[in-house]
């Protein structure tokens, strides 16, 4: 079992910042590769980046390529999402996620989830 806790969401402006963390207990961390999603409000969850175990090869959702960067701490069992430019239709609750073996960007192929942590951009 991986038990995943997010922090760091808030309320911003657009065009600012926020850096979201993602800490991971249970099994080896370093094991698994990592993702994060979100979801706004009637709409379904959807992929936003994912990096492999080695902490190399992220991948992005073509929404957020150039503006969010996902790395991660295996010393730390953390997984960040650094958010830049923000935009009002940022606006979700963010989820992290992990899997065995390979990166994914589908919500159906992880196996651990988070509770989410809010993040809300205003105009």
């Known amino acids: 079992q991986v038990q995943l806790v997010e922090s760091g969401g808030g309320l911003v402006e657009a065009g600012g910042s926020l850096r979201l963390s993602c800490v991971a207990s249970?099994?080896?961390?370093?094991?698994?590769?990592m993702g994060w999603f979100r979801q706004a409000p009637g709409k379904e969850r959807e992929f936003v980046a994912t990096?492999?175990?080695?902490?190399?090869?992220?991948y992005y959702a073509g929404s957020v390529k150039g503006r969010f960067t996902i790395s991660r701490d295996n010393a730390k069992n953390t997984v960040y999402l650094q958010m830049n430019s923000l935009k009002p239709e940022d606006t979700a609750v963010y989820y992290c996620?992990?899997?065995?073996?390979?990166?994914?960007?589908?919500?159906?192929?992880?196996?651990?989830w988070g509770q989410g942590t809010q993040v809300t951009v205003s105009s």
């Open positions: 996620a992990a899997r065995s073996y390979n990166i994914a960007s589908r919500s159906e192929d992880y196996e651990y």
């Open positions: 249970g099994r080896t961390f370093s094991s698994y590769a």
């Open positions: 990096i492999n175990w080695t902490g190399s090869s992220p």
